[in-house]
């Protein structure tokens, strides 16, 4: 419980305080329109008015979230000012995209009652329209305001006509038809199968969510929500004279003509202080993507893997922070993100490209990987760097027992982590704060491996001449390979080094103990925070979560940390 707390409770607190101001605002008002000035909208629409109002109400509220979790820049700045606070309040930040998520569920969710709860009430609008009837009192407040310059209360002004219509005639019928489309256009192409089989795809209908906001602002310009100004609601008590309504108006009756007005738009008062935070945010990326940056060296990896190392003036960054990159020659509107795996210590950034889709393919072939000789650096395509931006991995040095665990490709933050602790103590930093850290790289297929090795044999040779071979414990896995295949393989090579990595440490096959693992950091570090960070799939973020709650062997705390993208 203690190790569940300290990994999950300020997440659950957050998500639990958000979750209640919905049900808030949705009792609040749905209560506010059962208030006398809306009793006679009330007449024609019923309870219908409060199940559309309520809804509308966390929209704006949950539309005025939706754009914050990803304000890179602002995430970047406030990461970095809090995690010297609290580094439990910082690590809700490298959850943004997963609160983005649930900010847009919850859109959805409310969008489809606001929407459901307007059927019946155009519905009923036009009802009260074609029911003829002067006995009939929502006819007759149907029929209020024909004449000019007179208040109406029914937004429907004729019988001749149907609610289609009225839906591409009005303000707010045509702007929830845009609004609801640009939705589920943005909803459906963000589902993970297809972001990561068509990025494309997902990444232009995303912005379709300007669209989103300049319906969601002008929806109620219209003012189809009308109920009894204040004024009128004082000499005409509907309690008391809705059943006069025949005589409304007339001499010797105390119940004058309701007067009715439209609610004032206030969707822009929740979304206006977002959108412009979104719009700086915008700008500084812009400024920061018309900066040079020169490609100084391109490196082909084994398994499809692209190097590109790039200078760009005044860059600065930590440890597993990443960026976007643009190139200009294959789209001039796609940005993609990767994790740098250069070390704040070296004097370019560096970052590792897998390929594995139409955007990376034409950068491969552009950097000339489809071809035998060397490229001059002139002909190299113009790249865009925007970033650093802050991640979880960066806090890897505020722990002073560290797992981390890479899978595949995954393992690229980590180089940039290892790196920068070669370079530490190559110039004898005495300030580091770790003391031991545990890597774990899991990968399918030997080839995977060879990129990475250069670097892990680099710092093994260090650590072993500083006597500090304890310092790092690696663990590398073959997965798609058991002991028994692997078998003859180890018999064929029996030398000091491993034959794959080349390393003192054997490569083990199959996939890792984690419950043997952990009871064993457990035990060797009894009463440590343990700070366990993961780039890979979410079946191995699952496993290793439960791991960390589970295990509270000698008073240690496991704190969980992954890489969200």
């Given at each position: 419980?203690?190790?569940?707390?300290?990994?999950?409770?300020?997440s659950?607190?957050?998500?639990?305080?958000?979750?209640?101001?919905?049900?808030?605002?949705?009792?609040?008002?749905?209560?506010?329109?059962?208030?006398?000035?809306?009793y006679?909208?009330?007449?024609?629409?019923g309870?219908?008015?409060?199940?559309?109002?309520?809804?509308?109400?966390?929209?704006?509220?949950?539309?005025?979230?939706?754009?914050?979790?990803?304000?890179?820049?602002?995430?970047?700045?406030?990461?970095?000012?809090?995690?010297?606070?609290?580094r439990?309040?910082?690590?809700?930040?490298?959850?943004?995209?997963?609160?983005?998520k649930?900010?847009?569920y919850?859109?959805?969710?409310?969008?489809?009652?606001?929407?459901?709860?307007?059927?019946?009430?155009?519905e009923?609008?036009?009802?009260?329209?074609?029911?003829?009837?002067?006995?009939?009192?929502?006819?007759?407040?149907?029929?209020?305001?024909?004449?000019d310059?007179?208040?109406?209360?029914?937004?429907?002004?004729?019988?001749?006509?149907?609610?289609?219509?009225?839906?591409?005639?009005?303000?707010?019928?045509l702007?929830g038809?845009?609004?609801?489309?640009?939705?589920?256009?943005?909803?459906?192409?963000?589902?993970?199968?297809?972001?990561?089989?068509?990025?494309?795809?997902?990444?232009?209908?995303?912005?379709?969510?300007?669209?989103?906001?300049?319906?969601?602002?002008?929806?109620?310009?219209g003012?189809?929500?009308?109920?009894?100004?204040?004024?009128?609601?004082?000499?005409?008590?509907?309690?008391?004279?809705?059943?006069?309504?025949?005589?409304?108006?007339?001499?010797?009756?105390?119940?004058?003509?309701?007067?009715?007005?439209?609610?004032?738009?206030?969707?822009?008062?929740?979304?206006?202080?977002?959108?412009?935070l979104?719009?700086?945010?915008?700008?500084?990326?812009?400024?920061?993507?018309?900066?040079?940056?020169?490609?100084?060296?391109?490196?082909?990896h084994?398994?499809?893997?692209?190097?590109?190392?790039?200078?760009?003036?005044?860059?600065?960054?930590?440890?597993?922070?990443?960026?976007?990159?643009?190139?200009?020659?294959?789209?001039?509107?796609?940005?993609?993100?990767?994790?740098?795996?250069?070390?704040?210590?070296?004097?370019?950034?560096?970052?590792?490209?897998?390929?594995?889709?139409?955007?990376?393919?034409?950068?491969?072939?552009?950097?000339?990987?489809?071809?035998?000789?060397?490229?001059?650096?002139?002909?190299?395509?113009?790249?865009?760097?925007?970033?650093?931006?802050?991640?979880?991995?960066?806090?890897?040095?505020?722990?002073?027992?560290?797992?981390?665990?890479?899978?595949?490709?995954?393992?690229?933050?980590?180089?940039?982590?290892?790196?920068?602790?070669?370079?530490k103590?190559?110039?004898?930093?005495?300030?580091?704060?770790?003391?031991k850290?545990?890597?774990?790289?899991?990968?399918?297929?030997?080839?995977?491996?060879e990129?990475?090795?250069?670097?892990?044999?680099?710092?093994?040779?260090?650590?072993?001449?500083k006597?500090?071979?304890?310092?790092?414990?690696?663990?590398?896995?073959?997965?798609?390979?058991?002991?028994?295949?692997?078998?003859?393989?180890?018999?064929?090579?029996e030398?000091?080094?491993?034959p794959?990595?080349?390393?003192?440490?054997?490569t083990?096959?199959?996939?890792?103990?984690?419950?043997?693992?952990?009871?064993?950091?457990?035990?060797?570090?009894?009463?440590?925070?343990v700070?366990v960070?993961?780039?890979?799939?979410?079946?191995?973020?699952?496993?290793?979560?439960?791991?960390?709650?589970?295990?509270?062997?000698?008073?240690?705390?496991?704190?969980?940390?992954?890489?969200?993208?």
């Open positions: 419980m203690g190790n569940f707390a300290a990994n999950e409770g300020l659950i607190f957050v998500i639990l305080v958000w979750l209640g101001i919905n049900v808030f605002l949705f009792v609040y008002f749905y209560l506010a329109f059962l208030i006398e000035r809306y006679y909208t009330r007449v024609i629409l309870h219908a008015l409060s199940w559309a109002r309520a809804p509308a109400a966390c929209l704006n509220f949950n539309c005025m979230l939706i754009l914050l979790p990803v304000c890179r820049n602002l995430l970047s700045f406030l990461r970095g000012s809090i995690q010297y606070c609290s439990t309040a910082a690590r809700q930040l490298d959850r943004n995209l997963t609160f983005h649930l900010v847009a919850m859109i959805a969710f409310h969008t489809a009652i606001h929407i459901i709860a307007h059927l019946f009430n155009f009923r609008f036009m009802d009260s329209q074609l029911m003829i009837n002067s006995s009939y009192l929502p006819y007759v407040l149907s029929q209020m305001g024909n004449n310059n007179r208040s109406y209360l029914n937004p429907i002004r004729t019988n001749e006509t149907n609610p289609t219509i009225v839906m591409f005639t009005t303000i707010a019928g702007t038809v845009v609004i609801t489309l640009a939705l589920i256009l943005i909803i459906t192409s963000s589902m993970e199968v297809i972001r990561r089989s068509y990025f494309e795809v997902f990444w232009f209908t995303h912005h379709l969510f300007i669209l989103f906001f300049i319906g969601l602002v002008l929806h109620g310009v003012r189809i929500v009308r109920g009894q100004t204040l004024e009128s609601v004082k000499v005409h008590n509907p309690d008391e004279c809705h059943s006069q309504f025949e005589t409304w108006g007339k001499n010797g009756t105390n119940c004058p003509e309701p007067v009715f007005a439209g609610n004032p738009p206030m969707t822009w008062k929740w979304v206006v202080g977002p959108m412009i979104y719009v700086c945010e915008r700008l500084v990326r812009f400024y920061r993507s018309q900066q040079k940056v020169v490609i100084t060296k391109v490196v082909m084994p398994s499809k893997t692209l190097e590109l190392q790039m200078k760009k003036k005044g860059f600065k960054m930590e440890v597993g922070q990443y960026v976007f990159i643009q190139c200009p020659s294959i789209s001039q509107l796609e940005w993609h993100p990767f994790t740098l795996t250069s070390a704040p210590e070296e004097d370019h950034l560096s970052v590792h490209i897998r390929i594995v889709g139409d955007w990376t393919q034409a950068l491969y072939t552009a950097c000339g990987g489809d071809k035998t000789v060397v490229m001059d650096a002139w002909t190299l395509p113009k790249v865009a760097v925007d970033g650093p931006f802050g991640t979880a991995s960066e806090d890897v040095f505020r722990y002073e027992v560290v797992m981390l665990v890479g899978a595949g490709i995954g393992v690229t933050p980590f180089a940039s982590v290892l790196k920068s602790v070669w370079y103590h190559v110039q004898e930093n005495k300030n580091v704060f770790t003391k850290i545990y890597f774990y790289w899991l990968c399918p297929e030997t080839q995977a491996f990129w990475f090795a250069d670097l892990l044999q680099s710092l093994e040779r260090q650590m072993m001449e006597d500090m071979s304890d310092f790092l414990s690696y663990n590398i896995y073959l997965t798609r390979w058991k002991d028994a295949e692997a078998a003859h393989f180890r018999v064929q090579y030398a000091e080094d491993d794959i990595t080349g390393l003192k440490q054997k083990l096959y199959g996939k890792p103990n984690w419950d043997n693992e952990f009871s064993a950091i457990a035990t060797q570090h009894p009463g440590s925070k700070g960070f993961l780039c890979g799939p979410m079946a191995l973020a699952t496993a290793l979560g439960k791991q960390c709650f589970s295990h509270t062997e000698s008073g240690t705390e496991f704190i969980f940390n992954k890489e969200n993208f």
